[in-house]
């Protein structure tokens, strides 16, 4: 019942340095709204029918992304010099409700990120700190047995953070998004599990830079084996592929003014390890770690997540 949280952010509108009149733009800056790999093992909870009435879960995510690269174009080109770190730690809350919406039980969640962010490029350098974008979202849980459950949400992201166009680094994305999201947790066997959390982003435009960034299609996964009661080791890593057409002015956005079309889509590909370990029977503490490949219009690096995760019945 994870949701994804604002990440990233980089405004890399610099190209005086190479002698042109246009920014640098990649799903704005390679930006968006879905901090991919956000969620891992047991997105979903199980036995989803017997869980107590009222039940909430108190969870707390450090992120650490850091990227060499920023590719940009599926030509090839890499803007000189980028170097982009981000860290950050997220405080969200989790609801299970009594009541049923379309034969599941309803809930929700709300994300609250604070951001550092740094960026070097071109010589230049900026660095942010602050409240990042808030993510929130309902939920629908269907209990399709006590090894597979299925769940439906709709996440919003609202700019809360800190934004300035003229700067390196911001904290917020200064755009709203809009994400249909579908998942599922199942355990084939006892020892063994499969997750998976898929999304498609619907991004409106950044009003001080009148760039709308394309649709993106999204998913997380994470296979795992129980190697004792406690302890699972595993794989994980996310997938995204950018389906439309970045916007600026109503046109379609070229790589630093060439003649090559392609809308700025980005794409990215990731896999790594990850351990889960529970403890005090329901709570939970992981570290998940991917790194990048196939990545076009997008930074290029790779990603640490962990999580803590306690429920409580109220």
């Known amino acids: 019942m994870n949701p994804t949280l604002a990440h990233t952010p980089l405004h890399l509108a610099i190209c005086l340095a190479l002698s042109l009149s246009v920014s640098v733009h990649a799903t704005e800056n390679g930006v968006d709204n879905i901090a991919p790999g956000t969620d891992g093992f047991f997105t979903?909870?199980?036995?989803?029918?017997?869980?107590?009435?009222?039940?909430?879960?108190?969870?707390?995510?450090?992120?650490?992304?850091?990227a060499g690269k920023l590719n940009l174009s599926?030509?090839?080109?890499?803007?000189?010099?980028?170097?982009?770190?981000?860290?950050?730690?997220?405080?969200?809350?989790?609801?299970v409700s009594p009541l049923r919406v379309f034969?599941?039980?309803?809930?929700?969640?709300?994300?609250?990120?604070?951001?550092?962010?740094?960026?070097?490029?071109?010589?230049?350098?900026?660095?942010?700190?602050?409240?990042?974008?808030?993510?929130?979202?309902?939920?629908?849980?269907?209990?399709?047995?006590?090894?597979?459950?299925?769940?439906a949400a709709l996440e919003i992201t609202l700019p809360t953070g800190d934004y300035d166009a003229d700067r390196l680094a911001n904290t917020s994305t200064n755009f709203y998004t809009y994400k249909p999201l579908f998942s599922f947790t199942w355990l084939p066997t006892e020892r063994t599990e499969l997750s998976l959390k898929a999304t498609y982003s619907f991004n409106e435009e950044n009003d001080d830079t009148d760039y709308r960034s394309g649709q993106i299609f999204h998913f997380d996964y994470s296979a795992s084996y129980g190697v004792t009661?406690?302890?699972?080791?595993?794989?994980?890593?996310?997938?995204?592929?950018?389906?439309?057409d970045d916007k600026q002015h109503g046109r379609t956005v070229q790589f630093l003014g060439e003649d090559v079309d392609d809308g700025m889509r980005g794409q990215v590909f990731a896999v790594g390890p990850a351990?889960?370990?529970?403890?005090?029977?329901?709570?939970?503490?992981?570290?998940?770690?991917?790194?990048?490949?196939?990545?076009?219009?997008?930074?290029?690096?790779?990603?640490?997540?962990?999580?803590?995760?306690?429920?409580?019945?109220?």
């Not at 599926?74 to 609801?95: C, F, H, K, M, N």
């Not at 962010?117 to 209990?143: H, Y």
């Not at 699972?232 to 996310?238: E, T, V």
């Open 44 to 66: 979903l909870p199980l036995d989803v029918n017997n869980l107590p009435d009222h039940l909430f879960a108190f969870v707390v995510y450090y992120n650490h992304y850091k």
């Open 74 to 95: 599926s030509q090839g080109g890499e803007v000189p010099g980028a170097e982009i770190t981000s860290d950050s730690i997220t405080a969200r809350l989790d609801y």
């Open 103 to 151: 034969g599941g039980r309803l809930g929700g969640y709300v994300a609250v990120p604070y951001v550092r962010q740094r960026v070097s490029a071109f010589g230049l350098n900026d660095e942010r700190k602050s409240i990042g974008d808030t993510t929130l979202a309902p939920i629908i849980l269907w209990d399709m047995g006590k090894t597979l459950t299925l769940g």
């Open 229 to 244: 009661d406690n302890l699972r080791l595993g794989l994980n890593g996310y997938y995204l592929k950018q389906t439309t």
């Open 275 to 314: 351990l889960y370990y529970t403890f005090l029977e329901y709570c939970s503490a992981e570290i998940r770690w991917a790194k990048e490949f196939d990545v076009e219009n997008r930074p290029e690096g790779d990603m640490l997540w962990a999580k803590l995760s306690i429920p409580f019945e109220l």
